[in-house]
């Protein structure tokens, strides 16, 4: 019995001593956990259960040049509630109170707000969903609710910040404007990104239940710096005509696509770029920077550069004469053909240029310059003609203008570069160098940004860019300048000519993707316009370039691209930009003043019936009738086509009529 009563006892203390042991064990292991290892611990810990939130900053706005937004960061809000930590009694007496609210808001029932929150509450929700994508109107709003109004630890309210990226113009010059995202960063929005970004802030937040985050705090705890603004050069008012009038030649067209581009001649400064494109529907938009990266081969617009060069040269005068025979040449095994049935006969290389002769310019080049052609590839690559004009704006196309020895070289590149073909050019290289003639031989770099700011402060502003002083001589420049005025007054442009305004010009009209097996039965073309207003004492230049219009409709330059370059010319003049350079009298355009007299002839009638507007501007014809108290709808662009309801029939105070517009 006493043997048995001290195993017992020995297996006891055996127990107590490996239990006091394991204690021991457990202590030590605590404290170590504690003290030596503790920071590790609550460092894993808190990252298990904090973060930190990037609050991402707002990008710098982008301006045109008269103060217009055409890029800017809006903030917008999420907005969410801790519904829990709200005390019971506010919440029994003002939940209601809440609901209405939101109901007025947002939609929904008064009892649909009130029995989300309810639910929410007996369902220990922290992170119960509101609103998203709120305004900051509409977020300092439903700041000021009932419960809300005692703010994130007493009220539950919680707001997150974001920013979305806006373009209050629309589509208009959005790839020259750009945009900085997964696309890509293309136009200024990517130039000048380093200007724009600013810096972001952060926000702590907590994790809490169903795998949600929580901000600890109600404000930032590293608040976000905004970026710089850029202002641009752009022109709003000369960009909605440059767009529009580009956009009614395509559609009139039915054109592939298509570029314009208006430079203030004195500056360099691009004060409107619309590029247009064809999607499969049939519509236009801004679907590539064409006027920027798009090398093609120039045609008769190269012309005036090959005039230029010959000039230069001392080779050729402007009076020297050049046999373009009946219209058809054979050169070096191959015809060249002009566009005049039974050709030009002989005459001088200006009266070649006017008429665009394609004989005239190939017979002129090659027979001073077959023996020695690296003098003339050589004085346009001197007048920069094969360099990229180093654009802040990515995906500058590069022009390609070969020389002996080069793999395009052959007996027929000399003449074929003579009229703008086996060279390239992109749409505002061609423009950079007649530019530069009608700014008296001075090449500028083109201009997009003026400066930079932050708030009122000019952070830094841009002059122009001189890329030469003097591409040519003042001999050369007067004389080209005549005969760009002259293209206009009896040559190809002649269609152009106005006796109230002067241009100058040339025309191009350039066979594209001749090179395909399908080329004799679907000619395409890429018609052009470029040259500067007025003629005298210029103020801008412009190119318009236009690729494949429907050849059944027109092709020629002068046809295709010529009429936007002057109304774009005209509508800039009549809207008082350049008339304190010229005269004090505005010109009076035959069609703006039909416009008016039609627009006057009816507004002042006592109408008791539906007016005719045909043929009226859409503005004029709008105005007119919802004077009359009618609704008005409308499709497409320009002047008034047809109406809905036709004239003479009673005027119904109230009654649509839908006008189609061309």
Known sequence: MATTKKGILNKLYFVLVFITLFLVVIIVRLTDIQFADGEKYRNLSEQLTLRNDTIFSNRGSVFSADGSLLATSMSQYEIRMDVVTVDAIIFEKEVRNLAVELSKMRGNTVSHWETKFRRARNNKNRYLFIARKLGYNDYMKIKGFPIFNLGMYKGGFIAEQSTVRAHPLGKVAERTIGYDDYRGAPGIEGAYRNYLKGNHGWRLKQKIAKGQ????????????????????????????????????????????????????????????????????????????????????????????????????????????????????????????????????????????????????????????????????????????????????????????????????????????????????LTPLQTLTFYNAIANNGEMLKPKFVKEIRSWDNQVEIFDKVVIDSKICSNETVKKV??????????????????????????????????????????????????????????????????????????????????????????????????????????????????????????????????????????????????????????????????????????????????????
């Not at 247009?276 to 550069?305: D, I, T, W």
């Not at 009266?351 to 005239?360: C, F, H, P, T, Y």
Request: glycine letters at 8%; a neutral charge.
């Open 481 to 662: 300048q005549e005969v760009l005025k002259n293209v206009v007054v009896r040559g190809t442009g002649q269609k152009l000519f106005d006796k109230n305004f002067s241009m100058a010009g040339k025309t191009g009209t350039a066979r594209t993707e001749y090179w395909k097996e399908d080329w004799a039965t679907n000619r395409r073309y890429i018609s052009s316009f470029t040259g500067y207003f007025p003629a005298e004492n210029p103020k801008y230049s412009c190119i318009v370039v236009i690729h494949k219009p429907d050849r059944k409709i027109g092709f020629y330059g002068a046809d295709v691209s010529g009429p936007v370059f002057k109304d774009i010319a005209q509508k800039i003049y009549t809207s008082n930009h350049i008339i304190n350079t010229i005269d004090k009298v505005t010109p009076d355009f035959a069609s703006v003043k039909n416009n008016y007299d039609a627009y006057y002839k009816v507004s002042n009638k006592e109408l008791n019936s539906i007016p005719n507007v045909k043929g009226m501007a859409a503005m004029d014809a709008i105005s007119l009738l919802e004077n009359l108290g009618l609704k008005v709808s409308f499709n497409g662009e320009g002047n008034v086509k047809d109406q809905s309801i036709n004239e003479g029939e009673k005027l119904i105070k109230g009654t649509t009529i839908v006008l189609n517009l061309i």
């Open 213 to 424: 985050w929580k901000p600890i705090n109600d404000t930032n705890e590293k608040e976000p710096i905004d970026g710089k603004d850029i202002v641009t050069t752009i022109d709003v008012n000369i960009q909605d005509i440059a767009h529009h009038s580009l956009l009614r030649q395509l559609e009139f067209y039915n054109a592939e696509h298509g570029c314009v581009v208006v430079m203030e001649t004195k500056t360099g400064e691009i004060k409107a770029i619309s590029n247009l494109g064809q999607n499969s529907l049939g519509k236009y938009y801004e679907k590539r920077n064409y006027a920027v990266y798009e090398s093609h081969e120039p045609g008769s617009a190269f012309k005036v550069m090959a005039m230029v060069a010959a000039l230069e040269a001392g080779v050729i005068d402007t009076s020297t004469v050049v046999d373009t025979s009946e219209g058809k040449y054979r050169m070096y095994g191959r015809y060249i053909n002009d566009s005049k049935r039974g050709g030009y006969g002989e005459i001088s290389a200006a009266r070649a240029l006017e008429v665009s002769s394609n004989i005239g310019f190939a017979r002129l080049i090659d027979e001073n310059f077959n023996k020695k052609p690296e003098e003339f590839i050589d004085i346009l690559k001197g007048m920069h003609l094969n360099n990229k004009l180093g654009l802040v704006i990515k995906g500058e196309g590069k022009p390609e203008i070969p020389g002996p020895g080069d793999k395009k070289w052959s007996k027929n590149a000399l003449p074929s570069i003579a009229y703008g073909y086996n060279l390239t």
